[in-house]
């Protein structure tokens, strides 16, 4: 009897499990369908005051008016060139300077450990201000350089990687040195190599963070040829009405990389995220 109730108990548990996990995911998926339904609508369908949820005729050519009506080739260069660039630096020099925090001793490390870390609880906001007239000082306003170079490093990074870093054998390091490899050389040869998993999570999210970065590009490009795509995609917002067919196309075009991205890091990523709640 007793077995039987707590079979019962378990069958109701998972269906209610897996009941919730139904409704997050409708929740998570549904406004994404209805982008996609709302790219494929005509102009007078998403102006009808009632929501339309299969357009009568999909608007197919919606995906190709948004190349004509905006220079949306040059945006999708332009994010994929601050998007390409942030995420290529912060796969070189965060686990450089993680592995230094893990395997190195110096004066001071944990307390510079900290004031890195410290800067993760400082909102982009107080900084944007400060790095604006940095850049307008440099000159440097309306320029691929603006965009990029005050995300080069992050402190997430740092501590993702040095927390891979860390529990690796000091012998696997010294037996390398014994064998003449340099410091560099280690860290490009044995170090690397070592924490796929946390170079593929860090890549996907910043790639991720930058791809749909809007307020630095919005402040910093003055010119319709700098921007990026979330920033492009306000051309199709007018002074009394937006043009939600093509907003939503675009939107979507802008999703499309990032999940392939992710279809691509996949293994690495939910083993880079797993791992990370063990270190």
Same mark, same amino acid.
């Given at each position: 009897?007793? =077995? ?7 069958? @109701? ?10 409704? @997050?995911?409708? =929740? ?9 339904? @709302? ?15 299969? !357009?009568?005729? !999909? ?14 080739? #040059? ?12 995420? =290529? ?19 001071? #490390?944990?307390?510079?450990? @900290? /004031? ?13 201000? !400060? ?9 440097? /306003? ?5 965009? =990029? ?46 924490? #796929?998993?946390?170079? $593929? $999570? ?10 749909? +970065? ?10 319709? +040829? ?21 907003? $939503? ?7 499309? !990389?990032?999940?392939? /991205? ?18």
């Amino acid at each position: 009897m007793h =077995i039987k109730q707590r079979l019962t108990g378990s069958i @109701l548990s998972s269906m209610l499990s897996y009941l919730i996990l139904i409704v @997050l995911a409708a =929740i998570a998926v549904l406004p994404l369908l209805y982008m996609v339904s @709302l790219s494929l609508q005509s102009e007078a369908e998403t102006f009808a005051g009632v929501p339309v949820i299969v !357009p009568a005729v !999909p608007q197919w050519q919606n995906y190709l008016e948004i190349w004509q009506k905006a220079p949306f080739a #040059r945006f999708f260069l332009n994010s994929v060139i601050v998007a390409g660039t942030v995420t =290529i630096s912060h796969l070189f020099f965060d686990p450089l300077a993680g592995y230094v925090f893990a395997k190195f001793r110096f004066p001071l #490390r944990n307390v510079l450990f @900290l /004031l890195i870390l410290g800067t993760l609880m400082i909102p982009f906001f107080v900084r944007m201000i !400060p790095l604006y007239v940095m850049m307008a000082q440099w000159h440097w /306003l309306d320029s691929y350089q603006a965009m =990029i170079t005050p995300f080069l490093m992050g402190a997430f990074g740092i501590f993702l990687t040095r927390q891979f870093i860390q529990p690796l054998p000091f012998e696997l390091i010294d037996a390398a040195r014994l064998d003449g490899c340099s410091e560099f050389g280690i860290y490009w040869r044995i170090i690397l190599p070592q924490i #796929r998993p946390a170079l $593929a $999570a860090l890549g996907l999210f910043t790639f991720i963070f930058q791809w749909d +970065e809007f307020i630095w590009p919005l402040i910093i490009a003055n010119s319709t +040829e700098m921007r990026t795509m979330p920033v492009g995609l306000t051309l199709f917002n007018q002074e009394f009405f937006t043009q939600w067919h093509y907003t $939503a196309a675009g939107a979507v075009v802008l999703f499309i !990389p990032i999940f392939l /991205l992710f279809l691509f890091c996949q293994k690495y990523f939910v083993k880079g995220i797993s791992l990370t709640g063990m270190k």
